[in-house]
DNA sequence: GTCTATAGCCCGATAGAC
DNA sequence: GTCTATCGGGCTATAGAC
């Protein structure tokens, strides 16, 4: 990482054009993964969207599995895959609000997450390591945050940190499949805020409530 | 459906065979698309399974598309469709808990659900339709229910029907996918008797209180 | 690094004998 | 109804020229 940036013949030209090349894969990949699923989608696809041979291609990534997985973490390094520390400015409701507004307005990524998980749940699939990892790693994440919250008296009597992680982002992930088939019928941030005011006690604040909150007269 | 079965050769021989070929293709397709998805699974594979050859396959069902569809259906005739009218005698709570638990312990149950679900929401899949009017039904059914619950003074104040029955859907569906990765991890009917008894007022009853029952009392 | 050519295999669907 | 044979095509991956 030093001024000499490449052995070979000019400072950085290869590389960087080697980059771009990778990118350019990995950004035709992703659509087309998301439209078509990964068994659903051919090397040569992505080679023609890329603007190159398939050959070519498998020169960058050497398998179609290998591109599955470059494509999965080169998304995570994007979006963020769920586990950044979160800002200890913002709330856990603001930052999962945040996020799934984030994720309805970029095209393509509900459609590549939804239909990977789907699929990695089969024999032998590539992805199924990386999903597997990754929901245990949303588990662990959530239910430190909620049994943070859960210290502090912000979490709703009776609600388990561990059993409340892994409904939040159970039902992060039904309603992106439901809202993909039906975008007009489905509110994913109005689900996931219904959620988290049932589970979360609202910031103790009297001078100005929480918008979402909701009335937690004693029943019965 | 008289005394009269068949025109053809023997009373009921014929028709009896053939529909007993349709439900060995049926049986194999299951496990075939449970394991591999649909465009992982090929044809070949679900005829071997079955015993016959793959052209003898296309014989009952004349297209692949035609077989998926048909198993689609043949799960809902067998398990139900989640919308069947719900005994009257059983809860809301009894009958999604009882639902989740018969799916659990029935192998590649969830396994084609999960992955048909997923791939359905890529282009030209020939499940979509078939998913996004379950979901619409499902909605349905769920609203209406809880809107019944919510006139009895069973739904928590501030609880939407609608987003509820959403959710509800959503937490189920997604709690199945993290299930297949990690049977072990985690705890499909402990999760939605959670979210369901955030939801529901336990039923007035003071000798004799619903066990999963949270304290509901007031917060702030 | 890029390409053409192709190996080697699998696919869904059809034709037609029996 | 069942089969063999096959059509026409797509697939991943490799070989090797340039």
Redesign the pocket.
């Known amino acids: 990482m030093s001024t000499k940036e490449g052995p070979?013949t000019s400072r950085r030209g290869?590389y960087a054009?080697?980059a771009e090349?990778r990118r350019a894969i990995l950004t035709a990949a992703h659509a087309v993964f998301a439209a078509h699923g990964y068994r659903g989608?051919?090397?040569?696809?992505v080679a023609n969207l890329a603007g190159?041979?398939?050959?070519?291609l498998?020169?960058?990534f050497?398998?179609?599995?290998d591109l599955l997985l470059a494509v999965l973490n080169w998304r995570d390094s994007i979006t963020g895959d769920g586990t950044a520390p979160p800002d200890p400015e913002e709330s856990l409701s603001d930052a999962v609000l945040r996020q799934a507004r984030f994720n309805e307005d970029v095209p393509g990524v509900l459609e590549l997450y939804t239909v990977l998980c789907g699929e990695a749940v089969t024999e032998g699939h590539p992805g199924r390591d990386y999903f597997t990892q990754r929901f245990e790693r949303l588990r662990r994440s959530y239910a430190r945050q909620l049994a943070q919250l859960a210290g502090e008296g912000r979490l709703r009597p009776g609600v388990d940190p561990d059993t409340a992680a892994a409904s939040l982002i159970a039902l992060w992930d039904g309603i992106q499949t439901q809202w993909l088939l039906a975008p007009g019928s489905v509110d994913m941030a109005g689900c996931l805020r219904a959620y988290l005011d049932l589970v979360l006690v609202p910031e103790e604040n009297p001078e100005r409530a929480s918008a979402g909150a909701l009335p937690l007269a004693p029943l019965g």
């Open positions: 070979q290869p054009k080697s090349r989608s051919s090397l040569q696809d190159m041979s398939q050959t070519s498998l020169h960058y050497p398998s179609k599995s």
